[in-house]
């Protein structure tokens, strides 16, 4: 018996909580713990467990509080069988954001793995409390109650799931393998499942992966940031970095396979151009070309700048001329320089028309500068 997995999508967006607008561009370090979650979603997809478990690792290394991450290291630990380190993990995820209904789920489903199935049956209880129209957590409890031999229980949750889903026909085979059980035994009375008390919460994304790519959007052609781009790549067609902001303009717009054209366009012209590999990764990725995804992604950690590292000057030693009558005083010990904290750095606007502003003033500042140089 195996539960239905709740799974996260990997890059449900283009851009992430850590971005950074600097003079209207977007800009993912590839040292924060996005870009390698986004990496260890390629290698999952492609079943290659052991290395996409190191770069959740390391995303959980540089971020001890990503609870997408200590979630979906749960799930690739599950698939390599290591299910009481996937037990660890889940309850990590949990004990970050009490609501991930989807990582109780999963915790629920590592426990059916152990055998543990009253724990799974309160784990699943707490998913879908927090979803009430949550249907992996209805049909993976309606199994767990099956192996406790509680098939009423189990034909209520999977009548649940049919209300939702009329469609699924496993929860319908499972229902009629619990309605046999149940006629093959006079019925004993079982306490009703309780309905779960509706707990609001922002809906998450439960897939790890689009099932299939979605059509793509028609390229708006007025939209006023595209139309600058394409007037710069225009007016500079050898100039990769304007290639690169109309591929993220086009990202932003969901029109993914023009954003992999342009960005494509970039890299011919500049082969080592980091930027341009990593947002073409989380473009391929979103179309669900993860073993291409993987390549950008992995040409981009290679031409990643280093961080900039501050080296305190020493200081200058003062010399004294000694006279010979004089005794030369007791050395008293240098006191160390005083750690100055960096400064916080000030966020930005990230709203749409405050963004647009700041890069069409880089661009008159870009094109102004060609003109008189």
């Given at each position: 018996m195996t539960g239905q997995e709740a799974q996260n999508n990997f890059n449900s967006s283009i851009h992430s909580s850590e971005e950074n607008e600097e003079e209207g561009l977007i800009v993912i370090q590839m040292n924060n713990p996005k870009a390698w979650y986004d990496r260890a979603g390629s290698l999952y997809q492609l079943g290659r467990y052991e290395e996409a478990l190191e770069s959740y690792e390391k995303a959980i290394a540089l971020d001890e509080n990503y609870a997408d991450a200590?979630?979906?290291?749960?799930m690739t630990l599950k698939c390599l069988g290591r299910h009481e380190e996937a037990v660890t993990s889940y309850e990590k995820a949990i004990a970050l954001q009490a609501d991930y209904y989807q990582g109780w789920n999963?915790?629920?489903?590592?426990?059916?793995?152990?055998?543990?199935?009253?724990?799974?049956?309160a784990s699943y209880q707490r998913a879908i409390a927090i979803s009430p129209e949550y249907c992996q957590g209805w049909h993976n409890q309606g199994e767990a109650l099956a192996a406790l031999e509680r098939y009423e229980e189990a034909v209520a949750c999977y009548d649940r799931v049919l209300v939702l889903k009329p469609t699924w026909r496993e929860t319908k085979r499972l229902r009629r393998t619990a309605m046999a059980k149940l006629q093959e035994r006079p019925p004993s009375p079982k306490p009703a499942t309780p309905e779960p008390v509706e707990i609001p919460v922002a809906q998450k994304q439960e897939e790890i992966v689009p099932k299939s790519v979605p059509s793509q959007p028609v390229v708006p052609l007025d939209h006023p940031k595209l139309a600058a781009c394409d007037r710069m790549v225009k007016r500079y067609p050898d100039d990769p970095e304007a290639w690169v902001d109309r591929g993220s303009a086009l990202a932003e717009l969901g029109c993914y396979e023009e954003a992999v054209t342009s960005y494509d366009r970039a890299l011919s012209l500049d082969p080592d151009n980091w930027q341009g590999w990593k947002d073409r990764g989380v473009a391929l990725k979103q179309l669900g070309r993860s073993?291409?995804?993987l390549t950008s992604y992995e040409r981009a950690l290679e031409l990643q700048p280093p961080a900039p590292t501050i080296?305190?000057?020493?200081?200058?030693?003062?010399?004294?001329?000694?006279?010979?009558d004089r005794v030369p005083p007791s050395p008293v010990e240098a006191p160390l320089p005083e750690i100055v904290p960096n400064p916080t750095p000030v966020r930005r606007s990230s709203s749409p028309v405050g963004r647009v502003i700041r890069w069409m003033r880089r661009w008159t500042v870009r094109l102004w500068r060609r003109l008189i140089g």
């Open positions: 200590w979630n979906n290291r749960g999963n915790l629920g489903n590592a426990l059916v793995e152990l055998g543990r199935y009253e724990e799974a049956v073993q291409e995804a080296t305190p000057e020493p200081a200058e030693a003062s010399v004294e001329v000694s006279s010979p």
